[in-house]
């Protein structure tokens, strides 16, 4: 097999060493004898795997003792009806950016009152929306710090009169951020932090129990803080793996340290999009995600767009097509996509422009 370059979006890439302690505790898990998805989750073994993952978000995300972190099934699609559940009393407001963030808008509106405080959908959401007012009497302002879908991100913590709350489901751990300005965040595992198949979230203890409505115990973050995230049977193997990532990445320095990284590889990409006669990005320059470059041929060169997706699978690109919503291309930048990969489609580019002059 030749040499692959991986950019999927999500399932994404992660790093080698956690796919191969993952297959070793597939076989033998923590010298048990018996295979992680085979244990029960009722052990000491367990529980140093849980314990460990729980402090390993602490210390990377610099979590305050004000926040408790969980582990959860259902996909961030699921965390969208929580948020509502669990905070959702009078009126909250959506910061438009997107699918996924009108999705969370969507589902809130089956809850109670929830609307679009600012949209950016005029542009097929190729920007951030800004100088917006927050009005002073929401439950909660809710945001989507990275849209993976269009390749925009809210590179600031942004400073919030009411509560915050954020899925950060394609940039947790990519950068810095600053908790304690969040009531809430949340997301799916497998953007940047495991496997498809767990979610996390990071909530603010006493911003819970505030809403008058019966919350079904599943969907009650409290029942999930109490138990340490075991109140059922937790999703083993995914928690495992996403154990075995950070760990990776604390290795590595932790989020400071691969935030320079993630800005050092997107920098790459960006500027030979801004270079290269053959291409153009799509996102506002001044909310370019550093997680999912997106770009398209440049005008008068549309023709030509499969002949480069055929030409950068033959050098070993795989995932660079662009959602169906946007088009053309999209190169997903997650922590574990090493410079190397950026550097192989930077020059699979500039190839291509060489052949077509
Ligand atoms: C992928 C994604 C989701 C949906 O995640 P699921 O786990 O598939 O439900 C939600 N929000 C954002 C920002 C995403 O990128």
Redesign the pocket.
Known sequence: MSKVHVFNA?PCVLPQVAIDNAIEALKNFSGTGVSLISISHRTKEWDAVMDECRALWKELLHIPDTHEVVFLGG????QFLYVAMNFLEKKAAYLDTGV?AHKALVEAQGIGEAYALACSKDKNYTYIPKGFDIPKDLDYLHI?T???IYGTEIHEDIDCPVPLIA?M??DIMSRPVDVSKYDLIY??A??NVGP?GV?FAIIRKDALGRVSRHIPTMLDYRTHIDKLSMFNTPPVFNIFVMKETLKWLKGLGGVEAMYEMNKKKAALLYDEIDRNSMFIGTAAKEDRSLMNVCFVMAPGKEDLQDEFMAFAKSRGMIGIKGHRSVGGFRASLYNACPIEDVEALVECMKEFEDLKK
Do not use: E
């Not at 996909?75 to 699921?78: D, F």
């Open positions: 999500g996909g961030a699609s699921l996924w989507t990275n849209n993976t899925d489901s394609s997301g799916g497998q953007k498809a979610i």
